[in-house]
Nanobody
Framework: VQLVESGGGLVQAGGSLRLSCVAS????????MGWYRQPPGKERELVAV???????NYADSVKGRFTISRDNAKNTVYLQMNSLKPEDTAVYYC?????????WGQGTQVTVSS
């Protein structure tokens, strides 16, 4: 499975960005797709995950500001990020997790200026 992310960039605090991740290859129908991030000098952490059936889970730090969604027909997962804060600055990674395989994207940089 290959994952290609897009949509990162530089934004001012309070702004919005939308990340996209397209999966290709041998995709199992039952899978979780999610977004993780790694701030400078810190460990990678979960941002949000969505199951193939649509159930979602969010980190407390992004609840109410970020929304994860997916289009199963396009094998694509999205992360709508609103009310961005400087502490959201990180490399954001797309993740695919199935009973048989886990895969990571290459990462996309999100920088929020104050």
């Amino acid at each position: 499975v290959q994952l290609v992310e897009s949509g990162g960039g530089l934004v001012q605090a309070g702004g919005s960005l939308r990340l996209s991740c397209v999966a290709s290859g041998s995709i199992f129908s039952i899978n979780d797709m999610g977004w993780y991030r790694q701030p400078p000098g810190k460990e990678r952490e979960l941002v949000a995950v969505i199951e193939s059936g649509g159930s979602t889970n969010y980190a407390d730090s992004v609840k109410g500001r970020f929304t994860i969604s997916r289009d199963n027909a396009k094998n694509t997962v999205y992360l709508q990020m609103n009310s961005l804060k400087p502490e959201d600055t990180a490399v954001y990674y797309c993740n695919y997790d199935s009973p048989y395989l886990m895969a990571w994207g290459q990462g996309t940089q999100v920088t929020v200026s104050s």
